[in-house]
Every structure is written in structure tokens, then in C-alpha cells.
């Protein structure tokens, strides 16, 4: 099998537009598997020590995500990484607008806050045989599957979700590929956190 040389940044440019963030000087690299993430040199976040860099001078910076608390004997393991991704977390608050008479403007009462807003876009790659990554898929489908909510360990969301607080799957998108390597798989895919409600009964109502 002869050198595969690619750019994982120009597919992902191509693929969702734009690019992820570049340490230093951006440098081209004979490495025929210049993306693999190398646990030995990472690089963690001070607060949560969710994974962030791997050796990534000049290489474009990926935020590890990590599934926890997933079923074995569905998935060979109770974590799930996807090293290739990016993520986005966004929130929104319901308020209630009441308009006054004779007022300019509306009076503005808090009501709630909305569930956190998390999308994922990344790729699955077949690092190994460099064919198409039929069981990289098969577990992306048994998580968009699943029918409980699971843990997210990331940087980012670890700030804004608390111990307590879960995601759920709403959507999985898998882009059509025109082009590129037959061995990477763009995917997209969107998550509402669920947070963990107790329920206290009064038996003497």
C-alpha cells in the first residue's frame, strides 16, 4: 500500500466550511497518519482534565469528546471517544414580555432557562485498514439508537453541565461526500442536556 497524505483540515473546510484553530505555524507533514491522537502527550483542562491537545503543534486542534456510561455489551466499552470533532454549546432563557400602556418597550420577567443547545461535528476514520469505516458508523448508529440519556465528558461542555446533568440525542446527520478519502466520514450531530430531577412526595397530601 503506497503514502496516503491528507489534509484533515481542507476536508473539514470542505465538508462544514470553515476551520478548526491552528497552534503555531501551520506545517505540512509527510505522515501518512498525521491525526492520530497521542495519549501519551496530553494535554488537559485545569478544571474538569477532559482531554483538549495531543501533540498538536502546527495541527489543527480538535476538542476530544468522550461518551460515559454506555452499555458494554453494546458497545465493547462504557466510554466512547471521538478524538475528530468540534462542539458547539449554546442556551437560551424564556421571558415573559408584558407590555404597559403609555410605556416604550415591553417589562421583562424571567421564567426559565432552556436546555443547553450542543452540536457535533466531526469525522469517523478508519486509521487502521483505510476502508470504509463500517463499524465507526454501526456505533454512531447505536448512540443516535439509544433510548436513555448518557454523560458527556468534554472541556467545553464540562463548564456549563454539572455532575448531575445528562445529554440526549435528538439528531444524527450523516452529509453526502463528493470526493475525498473513502476510509473518512463526516458526521453531524445534535444533543439537548437533560438534568436529573428528584421528586419528593408528600404523603400527606
Known sequence: MGL???????FYRYQFGGKPYVIGDEQKTADPSPFIINGENTQLSQVSGSSLTADYLGKEIWLPIRFKGLE???FGASDLLLPYAVIKISS????????MSER????????????????????????????WPEKELII?????DLKTAVRLDNALTNI??????????????LPEVEGGRKHIRPFAMTL??????????????
Open 4 to 10: 496516503f497524505i491528507y489534509d484533515l483540515a481542507d
Open 72 to 74: 458494554a455489551s453494546v
Open 140 to 144: 454512531l448508529k447505536k448512540l443516535d
Open 160 to 173: 456549563f453541565l454539572d455532575k448531575d446533568t445528562r445529554v440526549v440525542i435528538t439528531k444524527l446527520d
Open 104 to 131: 416604550k418597550g415591553t417589562v421583562k420577567e424571567y421564567f426559565s432557562a432552556e436546555d443547553y443547545q450542543i452540536t457535533i461535528k466531526g469525522f469517523v476514520i478508519d486509521e487502521t485498514d483505510r476502508v
Open 92 to 99: 437560551s432563557n424564556t421571558i415573559v414580555r408584558t407590555a
Open 192 to 205: 439537548e442536556s437533560d438534568s436529573i430531577f428528584t421528586l419528593d412526595v408528600d404523603s400527606d397530601v
